[in-house]
């Protein structure tokens, strides 16, 4: 593969099309006007900048990269000659869809056609077009230059070849490819992250924490990078109740989206970018106390993420190595929940969902089947010399 399109020239696909042209393709990025085309190569031409000053990479590696990106609001001529095209744009799958069917009559044949979704279904794209085995989710994260992980999603009919293709691709752009075997909405690291995050919204709601201990228990003893009210409002409320209804709509009361979000969008206080969200950012980034870290159990979350990380197994998603390397590199969680709970035991998270489930009645906190059987089996960890894992 030599020539890659891009579509879509936001933050996503500016960063996309910067990293396909630093690993030697010759890119064109797609835009509907030339106004965002030019602040996407404004960006790029930034961005290579300082990796050149920080000496990431040669000043002449740098300027030889931004020659090999050309622009073109015109899709079908953009892909006419494409190896492969990337598409990135908004999350919503009727617009993605009628992207795949323009792209199959314009792209070559031989062309492999990946989608940089982060929740939507492979399958589908690949349904508008007579190619499905070539059609594939490449899934990064934000931004792309500076994170490591990418989920690659195989659709029903994506081809054993078009996965390999793209697992050395992801290699090559020198990130750390995860395949998610089955195409289910979430992939791995949304499936994890907005159960955990769902729960962290409800314990709020349920009055059983405050805001404020929520986060400072997740950040100050789980060690996550951020609290879950503080992450959400700098991802967007916007975006995570998009995402949220798509898991809901896949999901139902499983995946159930917060009222709580709901609210605060529809009030059009999305978070960090319009100065207010769960946090009130005018006054600059919440500071949250140490002392509250004690309040609240921030192993209930992982009991969650337990049962979400056995669901993924138990449906054959992703195995324990590759969900936990996925949530650490594409959260920043200081361990996988897979190995987490073999630590803490799967007896004592099982219990506590138990619980939960006893007391609320609410799908969320049911069990997956796999974590009752490995529990029943006395896989309850590493002090048991088994549980996702095998030990000594």
């Known amino acids: 593969m030599e020539r890659a399109t891009v579509l879509g020239a936001g933050l996503m696909g500016h960063g996309i099309g910067e990293l396909l042209a630093l690993a030697g393709f010759e890119v064109t990025l797609v835009d509907i006007n030339e106004e965002v085309l030019k602040k996407a190569m404004d960006s790029i031409s930034w961005s290579l900048g300082k990796f050149a000053e920080k000496k990431t990479i040669r000043d002449e590696d740098a300027k030889a990269a931004l020659a090999r990106i050309k622009t073109n609001v015109d899709l079908e001529a953009a892909v006419a000659d ?31 056609l990946a989608s940089n979704t982060s929740s939507l279904s492979i399958t589908e794209m690949g349904a508008q077009t007579g190619r499905p085995d070539k059609v594939i989710g490449m899934h990064f994260f934000s931004p792309p230059v500076l994170m490591v992980l990418v989920e690659v999603v195989r659709g029903e009919e994506t081809s054993d070849e078009t996965t390999d ?4 691709l992801v290699e ?34 349920k009055g059983e924490a405050t805001m404020e201990e929520v986060d400072a228990a997740v950040k100050y003893k789980a060690g996550f990078p951020l609290g879950a009210f503080e992450l959400a409002d700098m991802v967007g409320l916007d975006v995570m109740y ?16 917060s009222p709580m979000l709901e609210k605060l969008v529809k009030e059009g206080n999305l978070g960090q970018k ?41 449906e054959d998603v992703a195995g324990p190595e590759d969900i936990d390397l996925a949530m650490k590199l594409g959260t920043g969680w200081p361990t996988g929940p897979c190995e987490r709970s073999d630590k803490l035991g799967l ?40 549980g996702f894992y095998q030990y000594g």
Do not use: Q
Not at 83 to 102: C, G, N, Q, Y
Not at 165 to 168: F, P
């Open 82 to 112: 494409a190896d492969l095209v990337v598409e990135a744009v908004p999350e919503k799958l009727e617009l993605k869809k009628s992207i795949f069917k323009r792209l199959d009559g314009a792209a070559p044949a031989h062309a492999i």
């Open 165 to 168: 293709t793209i697992v050395k």
């Open 172 to 205: 090559k752009l020198g990130k750390t490819p995860v395949v998610v075997r089955k195409d289910v909405r979430g992939f791995i690291v949304n499936r994890v992250l907005g159960a955990v995050m769902n729960e962290a919204f409800s314990v709020v709601e």
């Open 242 to 257: 998009e995402v949220g209804k798509i898991m809901e709509n896949a999901y139902g009361n499983v995946a159930k989206s």
């Open 274 to 314: 319009t100065g207010k969200g769960f946090y009130d950012w005018k006054v600059g980034r919440p500071r949250i106390s140490f002392r509250l870290a004690g309040k609240f159990d921030e192993n209930r979350l992982y009991a969650i993420a337990t049962n979400e990380a056995a669901r993924l197994v138990h």
């Open 347 to 386: 007896d004592k998270l099982l219990a506590k969902l138990k619980e939960l489930h006893e007391k609320y009645g609410e799908a969320m906190y049911e069990p997956c089947p796999l974590l009752e059987e490995y529990v029943a089996n006395g896989w309850t960890g590493k002090p048991a010399g088994r």
